[in-house]
């Protein structure tokens, strides 16, 4: 399998040519899991490979959105990457530094932020833990004070500032872990699942907050995620990571054609009436009065012919969805040879 | 704010780097006792159930000690040693327990902040996870254990047929401090442990614990096998069977050099430095949990 060589073919590439300087370069990365099993003093090693040989660039200002199935390896790259992993073939610079060997240096120059769990302090209210980051990070007071208006207004911190982080609601802690991970402003957001269980107005908060840092601070932005309205809305370009390979990289409508998923036309028809029979189209699915019919053809031919022939209620185009682009991706049905 | 992120400038301001060794300690000193006094307002919110551990830890620091007497009481002496002088190596073991469980007694929870990936979050910021891991839950409860025993050392200090050279009493912090020393290293040692396998927890606290219960009598007690594993596996012979026999001018009844005990120090040294080599190495290997 190749991976493409990203970036340079890249359509989103950031307009500012000069500042598009590799953020992040990995090349060859890889890394193994030795597994022992079966009882005491008769265990069997075996090693098992959670990414193989993953190559990518990614450039300053880029939102990077990096998806694939649970156990694919997003992680442990996104740990290699972080430097909490040591990789154990190929080699990674994130902000021209050595992750695993300058990991504490690295900490000040990236803001990391797990869905999952918290990095605040829970029993602290929140602005308790904001401050005690200024400390971690060594952010000068007036820089810090600043900055945290900012993110305060922003995200609505306001109300919840006073509250221990224990008795936040998610969206909350979730804008409150974004803030603790931003008062250092850093070069590179590395965002694991930053949206997981988040109500559609939290989720809509926090895509149109890290839109602006991007577009206002620079900020470059790696998020994995399995929310693709996450991808849809907010990333330039998309890594794809399926049984730890890389198996696609570049923009949105690239991923798009990669997999023929077809569009699809529901026609609402007057009375229920058999499968519609029309050249360019088939017919999948018929409930009542309404039939799903998969297009091959021009829609517009199609939808002319349809209404010529029937009475039509109501028509709606259905433009295929990421995720159905990303599922066939990772059941691979798309043979190697045709990722273009 | 964006110029600093511009590529031009790929230095932050507030990032200086590191590389005195020196001031990187301090740095973590500072950096300890922030950590641990947030630790501490943390714990001050619910003030009742704090001072109920205190006393309740300081309670069971007595019932210890009460132990000891008991037991001497009942053998008139043990080893030799009297029953204050078996009070002072109950009180020097226990202070230097004290203090190592005061200073690093968080560190044997690393195997849950792996399992819960807490861990991860202290990887990801600019100080060392270390000191995030002794501070974790960092509570003033721990005092409950160190002043009954400093209480118990001063005691026996003063009970005890002490010849106050000038030796003696310049000597006497430095044994704390290397019993102490040797303590903690043995809890991070024993705490890196469980980089390499998961739940080491209990098997780490049979050295981390039961080295305490070891060191607080006379190690004489104990067969000859003993008594040299802890002298030169396990050193927990420096945490107060040595000082104790420096302190007392006793010959050591085990029949090993009696130069062994100005040999704590350096033991504390090397061990201090051996548990930062583990350390490092368990950092460099270490695996994370899944997602």
Excluded at chain 1, 332 to 337: I, L
Excluded at chain 2, 232 to 248: D, E, G, I, K, T
Aim: contains cysteine; aromatic residues 6%; hydrophobic residues 45%.
């Amino acid at each position: 399998m190749t991976t493409r060589e990203p970036a340079t073919e890249s359509p989103t590439e950031p307009a500012a040519g000069a500042a598009a300087a590799p953020i992040i370069e990995a090349v060859g990365l890889g890394r193994d899991f030795v597994l022992t099993e079966g009882p005491f003093l008769r265990r069997t090693r075996r090693t098992v490979s959670a990414v193989q040989d993953v190559s990518f660039t990614v450039r300053t200002g880029e939102i990077v959105g990096y998806l694939g199935p649970n156990g694919a390896g997003k992680s442990s790259t996104m740990k290699m990457l972080t430097g909490i992993l040591t990789p154990t073939a190929g080699s990674v610079r994130v902000a021209g530094m050595e992750p695993s060997r300058q990991r504490t240096r690295l900490a000040r120059e990236i803001g990391v932020v797990f869905g999952q769990r918290t990095t605040l302090w829970w029993d602290l209210p929140l602005r308790d833990s904001l401050t005690l980051t200024r400390h971690l990070y060594r952010v000068p007071a007036a820089a810090h004070a600043e900055r945290l208006a900012e993110l305060t207004e922003l995200l609505e911190l306001e109300p919840f500032l006073g509250t221990p982080v224990r008795q936040l609601s998610l969206g909350q802690r979730m804008r409150g872990d974004l803030t603790a991970a931003l008062l250092h402003a850093p070069r590179l957001l590395v965002l694991d699942e930053p949206t997981i269980g988040l109500d559609v107005v939290s989720k809509s908060t926090i895509r149109e907050f890290l839109l602006k840092i991007n577009r206002e601070r620079g900020t470059t932005i790696l998020i994995t995620t399995h929310d693709l309205g996450d991808v849809e809305r907010l990333c330039d370009r998309v890594m794809v990571i399926d049984k730890g390979r890389l198996a696609f990289d570049g923009g949105l409508p690239e991923l798009r054609a990669t997999v023929p998923t077809p569009r699809v036309l529901v026609v609402d028809l007057v009375a229920p009436a058999p499968a519609i029979e029309v050249e360019g189209a088939t017919t999948v699915r018929v409930d009542g009065p309404r039939q799903w019919l998969e297009l091959a053809d021009n829609p517009a031919r199609v939808i002319a012919e349809v209404a010529r022939e029937h009475e039509v209620a109501d028509l709606t185009l259905r433009e295929p969805d990421i995720e159905g682009v990303v599922s066939a991706l990772y059941r691979g049905t798309v043979p190697a040879g045709d990722r273009t | 704010m964006a110029d600093t992120l511009s590529p031009e400038n790929p230095e932050a301001p507030e990032a200086p780097r590191t590389s005195n060794p020196l001031r990187a300690a301090g740095r973590a000193l500072r950096t300890y006792v922030l950590l641990a006094w947030t630790w501490c307002r943390a714990v001050a919110q619910y003030p009742m159930a704090l001072s109920l551990f205190t006393f309740g830890l300081a309670l069971s620091s007595l019932a210890e000690m009460g132990a000891v007497v008991v037991v001497f009481g009942h053998a008139g002496t043990l080893a030799g040693f009297t029953v204050y002088e078996g009070l002072l190596v109950y009180a020097l073991a226990a202070l230097a327990f004290g203090t190592a469980d005061f200073l690093m007694g968080s560190v044997d929870r690393l195997g849950d902040h792996i399992r819960t990936g807490s861990f991860d979050t202290m990887l990801v910021r600019p100080v060392p996870p270390l000191v995030q891991l002794a501070t974790h839950q960092f509570s003033p409860r721990r005092l409950g254990k160190l002043v009954p025993a400093l209480a118990a050392l001063v005691f026996a200090l003063v009970a005890c047929d002490i010849d106050w050279t000038l030796g003696r009493v310049l000597m006497l912090p430095v044994l704390l401090v290397s019993g102490a020393a040797v303590c903690s290293s043995v809890w991070v040692l024993a705490g890196c442990l469980q980089f390499f396998v998961a739940d080491a927890r209990e098997a780490a606290n049979s050295v981390t614990y039961g080295g305490q219960a070891l060191t607080e009598y006379p190690i004489a007690i104990y067969g000859r096998g003993l008594v040299r594993s802890v002298t030169f596996v396990v050193p927990l012979a420096f945490v107060s069977w040595q000082p104790a026999l420096y302190l007392l001018d006793r010959p050591d009844p085990t029949g090993l050099p009696e130069a062994l005990r100005f040999l704590g120090p350096l033991v504390a040294v090397v061990l201090a430095l051996a548990a930062a080599l583990v350390w490092r190495f368990g950092l460099r290997h270490y695996r994370s949990t899944g997602s």
